[in-house]
């Protein structure tokens, strides 16, 4: 059977799929044509509510097939999706790091992997003053350096995480910053000039959308 809008044949059920044995974990594997009925229309309400990060993180978590839409180079052929995992335990004082989903797909050109921090659909993404200057917000650049510093101590730590949680080829991921709406540019050619340049300066290493981008490829 195959989909009118795909060119791929419909995937087994879950339990059925062969999964190599140095693959991540099977518990963490998804496709996009596994998403469940009335889920894209529940996800396009919650970003037109403008719906904080509690209530989009807890609905991505049961939909994580959505993902795929973020991925441009996962081939279509499925994703692992592995929310909430501690990366760095807290010792002390000092505090642990556990991003909001490191994502996994796989192409032609072997594993790839992602970090994806998301913020609220009600945040803003930049501020401008009276001269015209472009900052981010604090939730911006919050998202950000949290980005940074994932990916840093990912980098670092490649081999320990790779073993640790079955990372397939996991190296040095990308990040992708999750935060806000469309119509925070729309109108304003200043803030779209800085994204776009913002994302050609730091992609694929760093990249920022909006969840409207997400809706877009659903």
Not at 54 to 70: C, Q, R, V
């Amino acid at each position: 059977m195959k989909l009118p809008f795909e060119k791929t044949k419909v995937p087994k059920p879950k339990d059925e799929i062969k999964h190599p044995e140095d693959y991540p974990l099977k518990e963490f594997f998804t496709h996009r044509d596994f998403l469940k009925d009335g889920a894209k229309e529940s996800f396009v309400k919650l970003i037109e509510e403008k719906s904080d990060e509690k209530l989009i993180d807890k609905f991505l978590s049961k939909n994580p097939e959505i993902f795929e839409t973020l991925l441009d180079t996962s081939g279509h052929h499925g994703i692992w999706v592995i929310p909430k995992q501690q990366i760095k335990t807290r010792i002390g004082n000092e505090r642990g790091l556990i991003p909001d989903f490191i994502v996994g797909g796989k192409s032609s050109d072997g594993f790839q992997w992602w970090v994806i921090e998301l913020k609220g659909a009600n945040e803003k993404l930049l501020k401008v003053n009276a001269q015209n200057e472009v900052y981010f917000t604090i939730e911006g650049n919050k998202g950000i350096s949290q980005l940074t510093e994932y990916i840093d101590y990912c980098r670092k730590y490649q081999s320990h995480l790779r073993d640790a949680f079955k990372l397939k080829d996991f190296r040095e991921p990308s990040g992708i910053l999750v935060i806000g709406n469309e119509n925070e540019f729309e109108s304003d050619e200043i803030k779209q000039n800085f994204k776009s340049a913002w994302n050609r300066l730091t992609k694929p290493n760093l990249e920022i959308r909006t969840y409207n981008a997400i809706i877009r490829k659903l």
